[in-house]
């Protein structure tokens, strides 16, 4: 599985954070059909750079709301993990643990990067815009936080207008 602009993106099945870690919930790209999904992809939970992302994105929950668009954040970090981020952050929105990287890989944000002259492989940040269809209509990638969340609610607003 690999996704590309304008092409369906094949369902997916992920743990997500709205069960609880004893009997976590599992949320597939088909639970979203008829409405418009943004999947961003960040590095770590808790740092500051994807906390403020995560932020941005909860700040503008109810306007992509009211364009029928769902948020979902992915990570690679522990259901745990991502349950203590979201609540101690109040993200109105779900969080996927993706551990063995298999929804990183199928969109292809898993990169060499470099910190402090190590080289390791990570997520490099970077969202995607679904359509109400199940197709992708817009990818980010490389994303600078400082008004992303802005850029992709504009997008939204403009796929919702088209449809």
Avoid at 6 to 18: E, L
Avoid at 99 to 108: I, N, R, S, V
């Amino acid at each position: 599985m690999s996704v590309s602009l304008h092409h369906p993106v094949d369902d997916f099945t992920a743990t997500a954070t709205h069960g609880d870690s004893a009997d976590p919930a599992s949320v597939r790209l088909s639970d979203f059909s008829g409405k418009q999904l943004v999947i961003y992809f960040y590095p770590k939970d808790s740092t500051p750079g994807c906390t403020t992302e995560g932020l941005d994105f909860a700040a503008l929950h109810d306007q992509f709301s009211a364009t029928n668009t769902v948020i979902l954040g992915v990570s690679r970090d522990t259901l745990k993990r991502h349950q203590n981020f979201k609540a101690k952050q109040q993200f109105p929105f779900e969080l996927i643990s993706d551990p063995d990287e298999t929804l990183c890989k199928a969109f292809d944000v898993i990169k060499l990067k470099k910190l402090y002259g190590k080289e390791h492989l990570g997520i490099e940040r970077s969202t995607f815009l679904i359509d109400s269809e199940g197709k992708l209509a817009q990818e980010w990638r490389k994303v600078k936080v400082k008004g992303h969340a802005e850029e992709v609610l504009a997008a939204a607003q403009q796929l919702a207008d088209q449809s």
